[in-house]
């Protein structure tokens, strides 16, 4: 309904309060029409019902001017004005019968009115608090009062600040006009609902092409008359969300709405950012944990994301504690297929390429989802003892990986003086597990395929290679003597191996693997291949250590290590 103004006014009728026209309140960026009635009302809801409703301060409520309650700072309070034409969505309750009582939310904010307390202003905030309306001494208002432990009828007054107080008695000051709301939700209905109708399909937080005919069919039915009631609205916003495709538990990325890159963890301290090309890498795969109703914890790189901080631009961080995240759309609609993440009221989003904190209701809090599936990365091509070489990398991720291409898995394991590669691994890695990576040469990269049924567990004890899943700095100097890094012995044909650096601060990549043996003495480890059985060597450079049993393969027992293969200590060695 039009605004209409109020015209003209009988004095003769100020006893019975204000007549004005019926308002409808449009308040920019609303997604909904309040229609105020235009005569106060004493029909409060019945047991079990809800009710719309402005409360108007009685004393005002007999004269030319206008005094409403709204919310202000966690206060109640009265705001002045000369035409009810002022009235906004700030204005407006929600009043619930529960059977025993009344409760009275504000529908902008959500907060309900909470008990009265002698000599306090009144206040508001989140929880349930019972209020009761008694009939007024003045014919048709409302006194609004609440028990205090000594069973003292607490009610609203007023104070000279224009903030009502409880008093022990029904003041007039007390007494409140009420008038029924009328709430059109069409305008909800067009930004909320309809575009999921529009653009169905089968990606996260969208509904599919069947169940987007059914919802199109409703809101036909409740959009029939332009007037969409808070029942109806309710029951296509329940429709809706019960139909989003939400995550299971398994394996995903995310994708921010606001600059289309994904989430990732690389560094040591934690951070989150967002980039582009993360889209098949392990530092952007995300774990997801689903919990009760459609909430879910989110796991990166082995650490949970954290609620962020309290307030809009604090560090968004990561942790060892599991925090579930609310997908929900705010009051902000972005396109379908994208949800705000919240935890603690508190969201996460992209300020540059940092994560930091923020509030809900903003489309630069909205991310979507995306399967993961597999990773890839690069391998390096490097000489061996083979004559044709290889190429190389290391992996290390919170993840089971259930099988590779372009690359095959070795897990080294230490032999005396000796790391022992094995055979190539034929079975899942297990998550967590480091493992160096051998492939053709020019072979560029690998892909390893996530086993998506898998949660992430620790690492075998006897692998001789640490892995990180964030990049960290190690000390890899020949005097510290514990720390070796995948790399190339210049004054060995750039054989390919496990090495000291000349840098007490070397700044190993995120999910990398590197060998830490404790009391080791070798300059460095060469990688090297029984060319007979495929049986993979890594072995020291330099003497053998004191002890070592070696024999050539025509069985005669040897003082060193000579060219060729050698049996050490019942193993084959090409030196």
């Given at each position: 309904?039009?605004?209409?103004?109020?015209?003209?006014?009988?004095?003769?009728?100020?006893?019975?309060?204000?007549?004005?026209?019926?308002?409808?309140?449009?308040?920019?960026?609303?997604?909904?029409?309040?229609?105020?009635?235009?005569?106060?009302?004493?029909?409060l809801?019945?047991?079990?019902?809800?009710?719309?409703?402005?409360?108007?301060?009685?004393?005002?409520?007999?004269?030319?001017?206008?005094?409403?309650?709204?919310?202000?700072?966690?206060?109640?309070?009265?705001?002045?004005?000369?035409?009810?034409?002022?009235?906004?969505?700030?204005?407006?309750?929600?009043?619930?019968?529960?059977?025993?009582?009344?409760?009275?939310?504000?529908?902008?904010?959500?907060?309900?009115?909470?008990?009265?307390?002698?000599?306090?202003?009144?206040?508001?905030?989140?929880?349930?608090?019972?209020?009761?309306?008694?009939?007024?001494?003045?014919s048709?208002?409302?006194?609004?009062?609440?028990?205090?432990?000594s069973?003292?009828?607490?009610?609203?007054?007023?104070?000279?600040?224009?903030?009502?107080?409880?008093?022990?008695?029904?003041?007039?000051?007390?007494t409140?006009?009420?008038?029924q709301?009328?709430?059109?939700?069409?305008?909800?209905?067009?930004?909320?609902?309809?575009?999921?109708?529009?653009?169905?399909?089968?990606?996260?937080?969208?509904?599919?092409?069947?169940?987007?005919?059914?919802?199109?069919?409703?809101?036909?039915e409740?959009?029939?008359d332009?007037?969409?009631?808070?029942?109806?609205?309710?029951?296509?916003?329940?429709?809706?969300?019960?139909?989003?495709?939400?995550?299971?538990?398994?394996?995903?990325?995310?994708?921010?709405?606001?600059?289309?890159?994904?989430?990732?963890?690389?560094?040591?301290?934690?951070?989150?950012?967002?980039?582009?090309?993360?889209?098949?890498?392990?530092s952007?795969?995300?774990?997801?944990n689903?919990?009760?109703?459609?909430?879910?914890?989110?796991?990166?790189?082995?650490?949970?994301?954290?609620?962020?901080?309290?307030?809009?631009?604090?560090?968004?961080?990561?942790?060892?504690v599991?925090?579930?995240?609310?997908?929900?759309?705010?009051?902000?609609?972005?396109?379908?297929?994208?949800?705000?993440?919240?935890?603690?009221?508190?969201?996460?989003?992209?300020?540059?390429?940092?994560?930091?904190?923020?509030?809900?209701?903003?489309?630069?809090?909205?991310?979507?989802l995306?399967?993961?599936?597999?990773?890839?990365?690069?391998?390096?091509?490097?000489?061996?003892?083979?004559?044709?070489?290889?190429?190389?990398?290391?992996?290390?991720?919170?993840?089971?990986?259930?099988?590779?291409?372009?690359?095959?898995?070795?897990?080294?394991?230490?032999?005396?003086?000796?790391?022992v590669?094995?055979?190539?691994?034929?079975?899942?890695?297990?998550?967590?597990?480091?493992?160096?990576?051998?492939?053709?040469?020019?072979?560029?990269?690998?892909?390893?395929?996530?086993?998506?049924?898998?949660?992430?567990?620790?690492?075998?004890?006897?692998?001789?290679?640490?892995?990180?899943?964030?990049?960290?700095?190690?000390?890899?100097?020949?005097?510290?003597?514990?720390?070796?890094?995948?790399?190339?012995?210049?004054?060995?044909?750039?054989?390919?191996?496990?090495?000291?650096?000349n840098?007490?601060s070397?700044?190993?990549?995120?999910?990398?693997?590197?060998?830490?043996?404790?009391?080791?003495?070798?300059?460095?480890?060469?990688?090297?291949?029984?060319?007979?059985?495929a049986?993979?060597?890594?072995?020291?450079?330099?003497?053998?250590?004191?002890?070592?049993?070696?024999?050539?393969?025509?069985?005669q027992?040897?003082?060193?290590?000579?060219?060729?293969?050698?049996?050490?200590?019942?193993?084959?060695?090409?030196?």
């Open positions: 309904m039009k605004n209409r103004i109020l015209l003209f006014f009988f004095a003769a009728l100020c006893l019975l309060g204000n007549v004005w026209a019926d308002v409808t309140i449009s308040v920019t960026g609303a997604d909904y029409d309040y229609t105020v009635s235009a005569t106060r009302t004493t029909n809801p019945t047991s079990g019902n809800s009710g719309y409703y402005v409360l108007e301060q009685w004393s005002y409520a007999n004269n030319s001017n206008y005094r409403y309650v709204e919310e202000s700072g966690g206060k109640v309070r009265y705001t002045t004005a000369t035409s009810q034409n002022a009235l906004k969505d700030v204005n407006i309750v929600k009043i619930t019968n529960t059977g025993t009582a009344y409760t009275v939310q504000f529908v902008k904010t959500n907060n309900y009115i909470q008990n009265i307390v002698k000599g306090k202003q009144a206040t508001t905030g989140s929880a349930l608090s019972n209020l009761n309306f008694v009939a007024s001494p003045t048709g208002g409302f006194n609004i009062y609440n028990m205090d432990s069973t003292d009828q607490l009610f609203f007054t007023s104070s000279g600040n224009n903030y009502p107080t409880g008093g022990t008695g029904p003041y007039a000051w007390g409140f006009a009420l008038y709301v009328t709430a059109n939700y069409t305008k909800s209905v067009t930004s909320k609902i309809q575009p999921y109708v529009n653009n169905p399909g089968d990606e996260y937080f969208k509904i599919s092409e069947s169940n987007a005919t059914i919802l199109s069919e409703k809101i036909i409740f959009t029939g332009n007037i969409v009631t808070s029942d109806e609205y309710n029951e296509l916003l329940s429709y809706r969300d019960e139909n989003i495709k939400y995550p299971t538990t398994g394996y995903y990325r995310l994708k921010s709405h606001q600059t289309g890159t994904y989430l990732y963890v690389e560094n040591e301290a934690n951070d989150m950012y967002v980039g582009d090309n993360k889209s098949d890498v392990a952007s795969v995300v774990y997801i689903r919990g009760a109703g459609n909430s879910f914890s989110i796991k990166i790189q082995g650490k949970y994301i954290l609620t962020p901080g309290p307030s809009n631009g604090n560090d968004a961080k990561t942790g060892d599991e925090v579930f995240f609310t997908p929900t759309l705010g009051s902000v609609t972005p396109e379908p297929g994208y949800m705000a993440l919240s935890s603690g009221g508190r969201c996460f989003y992209p300020k540059g390429n940092i994560i930091k904190s923020w509030g809900p209701n903003s489309l630069v809090s909205h991310w979507t995306t399967d993961a599936s597999s990773i890839t990365g690069n391998m390096t091509n490097a000489n061996d003892n083979t004559g044709t070489g290889h190429s190389y990398a290391t992996l290390c991720v919170p993840f089971a990986i259930s099988s590779i291409t372009g690359a095959s898995a070795y897990v080294p394991t230490k032999d005396g003086n000796y790391l590669m094995g055979d190539a691994l034929e079975s899942t890695i297990e998550a967590g597990t480091p493992v160096m990576l051998v492939g053709a040469t020019d072979a560029g990269s690998y892909t390893a395929y996530i086993k998506t049924d898998v949660a992430p567990v620790s690492s075998p004890e006897d692998n001789a290679l640490t892995g990180t899943f964030t990049g960290t700095s190690i000390d890899c100097t020949a005097s510290t003597g514990t720390n070796y890094v995948l790399g190339f012995d210049r004054d060995n044909d750039d054989r390919i191996g496990f090495y000291h650096v840098n007490a070397y700044n190993l990549k995120a999910n990398r693997a590197y060998l830490n043996l404790t009391g080791g003495d070798a300059r460095g480890f060469n990688i090297m291949f029984d060319v007979d059985d049986t993979g060597i890594v072995t020291p450079i330099g003497e053998t250590e004191e002890g070592t049993v070696i024999y050539n393969l025509s069985g027992r040897l003082n060193k290590m000579q060219k060729g293969i050698n049996i050490v200590n019942g193993k084959k060695v090409l030196f």
